[in-house]
Structures are given as C-alpha cells and as structure tokens.
C-alpha cells in the first residue's frame, strides 16, 4: 500500500480521526468545527507556526521527525506563554506525491507518539492538494488561570535575564545540514537531535507564573528574541556571552573555532524559554530548576534604554554577524 493514492475524506478517517480520539470536543473530525470546554477561572491561550518544506525542513528529514517538530514548536510557545497544552489543529497542504500510506502512517505516527508524550490530541483542521510541496501549519490551544499568562513586554528595569538548557546546539545542527560542517561523530548526533526534535519545556512554563515578568521561547535566535522582549518592554537587553549556557558538544565546538560563537547566540531553532524575573526571585527560580530538573542559567539583565548589547568576558561589546532568523530580508534557516 506504500504508493496507494487516497482521496481527502479517506484519507482524513483512516490517519486523522484517530489523532482525535481523545478529544470529545472535536467529534471525530465528523463537523465543521470544534468545541473546547475549559474549567472555571481559566483562560484559552492560542498560538500559530507554520512549516513550509525548503524553509523549515526538507523532505528527506523524514514524515515522522517532521510531524514531531511541527507540534513541539507549537508547545514551546505554549509553555512560554505559561500555559497548560490541550490540543491543536492541523492545516495541511499535501502534494500528491505524499498522499499514500507510507508516508501519511509515517507522519501520523509521528503525531501519535508526541501527542500521548505532551496530553494532547488533535481538534481537527483542513487537508488540502498542494500544487509543488509540502506545507503545514499548526494552531495549538492551551489554558492559563484567568489574567496569568507570561507576555513578551512586561520586563521591568533592573530584572535579571535568564534562559532555560543549552543554547546552539540546533544552530549548529543547520551548519551540518546546510554548509556540510564537520564535527565529531557524537556531537553530529547530538546537534541533529536538538535541531529535528526540540524538547518543549511544557513543565516548566507553567511554574513561572507569578515569578516571570516577561517570557518566550527562543526560535529565532538568542540575540534577536532577548531584542523582542527589550523592544516589546521599551528596555535594553544586556548578555553576558560567556553567561550562555553551551553544551559539552557546543563548547567544544567554539573552543575548535570561536567564529562560531556568533552561529551559536544568533542561529536559533533552541526551542528554549527566554525569560526575565526581579532579582529578588532568584532563590525561587534556582528551586524550581532543582525541582523540575532544568538547569536555568542567568545570563544578563534588563536596563533604560534600547536594543541589545551583547558583552565579553571583559565587558565590550561583541560584533555579531547577524541578528537572527527573519522570513523576509534575512539569512535562510
């Protein structure tokens, strides 16, 4: 059945519907629209990304690993947003070529697997033909107590800046995919890991509600994302770069070549919460790392001002390649 062509309705019972098992709200896919009940006192939080095949992944990633990353991006804006995921919606365009069974049951599955890891289930969407190549689009739902969800622009002057894991690693990740660089046998793996399969940090969002000023989550590169929470808050962003928490695999990486140091602050796709909190918080946020366990680092802070200035060990300022990632007017992901 690997090349077996299914017509839409078809195809959307016998991959789709199951995907929504779990969701009464959605009706088995059957009507026009959904239902989501939430609990008293609580909020709807809803956040879109979409993938388009040469931009955000190819084709040969693999249906699964695609399908993967497709609904961890989604929750990782959830859980910088502070919230609680319940489910999403799938908007697909489907060239012809990949409407049969082997790669819809390899993309399903795909879902299948994230879906049980995260709790969530689908609520339903479109499926469309798709003239060259393969387009997704995801609208995931999550709650949050009534007034308590974490925004990009409520920093304070004076708050520490803080981000969650390593920073780099899928950024280099890309250098393997794209420009054919070498690294060590493990570290290539490592590297291909976090750039295909993100871990959403969906227990720890919610925790920092009522100790976060601002958050979000750090996809277009570390530098760019601490601008938006600068701009969207009217601040200046301070990183300290020797503060960025690497990996054992990353840090070697730009001992070997400190020209990667700037690939590494600015490439994006870390999937890793970005966040500020008043300086008096930090016993709290080291307890949650502890509790939850994910390490936190502090690695700047917020001041008057504007933009973002990234400093050395010593204290001056660091001139950067780029940014970061932007769709129009900047460098391809």
Known sequence: MAGQRLGEFELIARY????????????????????????????????????????????KDGAARIARKLLRVNLSDLAAKGARPIGYQLAIALPEELANDEWLSAFCGGLAQDQKAFGIALYGGDTVRSPDRLMLNVTAFGAVPAGMMLRRGLAQTGDDLYVTGSIGDAALGLEVKLNHRLFSAAAMMFFDSRLHLPTPRVAFGPELRGLAHAAMDVSDGLVQDAGHIASASGLRAIIHADAVPLSLATRQAVTDDKNLLSTVLT????????????PRNAPDIAALSRRVGLAVTRIGGLEAGSGVSVLDSSGQPLDLARGGFQHFGGALE
Do not use: C, K
Not at 37 to 53: I, K, N, Q, R, Y
Not at 267 to 278: C, H, N, V
């Open 16 to 59: 789709f519907a199951p995907l929504a098992a779990d969701a009464p709200g959605a009706f088995g896919l059957r009507d026009d629209a959904a239902v989501i009940a939430l609990p008293a006192g609580e909020e709807l939080v809803v956040t879109t990304d979409a993938m388009l095949d040469g931009v955000h992944f190819l084709i």
């Open 267 to 278: 490439g994006g796709d870390d999937y890793e919460l970005l966040f500020t909190a008043p």
